[in-house]
């Protein structure tokens, strides 16, 4: 008998029985989780010496969070829920229409923004009630970007707030709306953030999971991010010399004159700040302040708050910028810009952002105070 013979459906001796060995399946290792609610697994099969506890996670709305996170996701329902309604009213009737762009939100206005305010209670609800599911995550963070996108024009309004100067026109309407947007985006992001930390067992205050240690200084990709932000600053002030600063500096009042101190400042002391010892402790030549630390928002305010506003302004801008050129809708505007300005102007906006974002995020990890709920 060959072994072809032996096997099922081989040719030869049809009432051989075979009993190939098979595969055992592994028993599933339960999964310990440290401080979550446990309940003990008793079947008939295990022997009773071995009693095995197993682990059941609970869901993020069971879980008291810590600080402001314990509302984060109920304020998130009632927030799409509460201006979800005002999106209605506004695109069944008269929504704020003021300048520049004719309404309050960049891309999503009408009916779009009812969408995204249903879109964000989903998330949240689902982020409640389900278990560790990544496209849920990743959905979650969309709804949260699209939101802070859309309230891009808030950067012009604050700059047009703190310096009225310049000109800038506020529309009161359209600023709480854009507040409002953004402030929805917030909370949409916290409670993203709080269940992906939950499931990955994650401190739910701090992120940190006890492993890494609290690094001594800034990493090597933080330093590259802000010096990629200061060549972005760079090659924005590059293109603005190419093309001449015209009359305006010259005749320039304070506000403008505060806001190229404020330009220069950001591109360059702000990023060099979050990566080098001197934005932590004050140096030597500083009269009175030498040696004490810098107060960790001083520096992380600004950069966080520049960085959000120019990446989401920015962002916006060269990706409505690129589809009107490409399709030609592009107008001049008022301005004798030439187009190349802009196609290099708009992508040193958004690096200088995305840079000074990046060494910001790492800044805020390196000065972190101890966690008052895991101690770490
Ligand atoms: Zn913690």
Redesign the pocket.
Known sequence: MTDDDARPGGKGITSVTTTLPRRRRRPRRPLLVKGVPTQEYERGQLPPTERLVITKRARLRDVAAPGWRRWTSHAAIAWALGYGSLRIYWTLGTAPSPPPSGADLVALTGWWSVALAGAAALVVLGLRRARWWLPLAVAAWGVSVALVAASALLLLDVVGIILPGLGLTVHPVAFLSRVAWLAGGVLVGATALSYQRHWRGA??????TGEAGRPARPPRWARVAAWVAVAGWLVRVLAQIVVGFGNDLLQAGGSLLLFEAGFLLAGTVLPLALVYRWGRVFPGWVPLLAGRSVPRWLVLAPALGIAVGMTAYFGVSAVQFSVETLTGEWEQGAGSLPLWFFWVAMPAYLVWGLGLGAAALAYRRATRPL?R????
């Not at 401190?203 to 940190?208: D, N, P, Q, V």
């Open positions: 401190c739910l205050a701090c992120g940190s966690c709920t895991c101690g770490c």
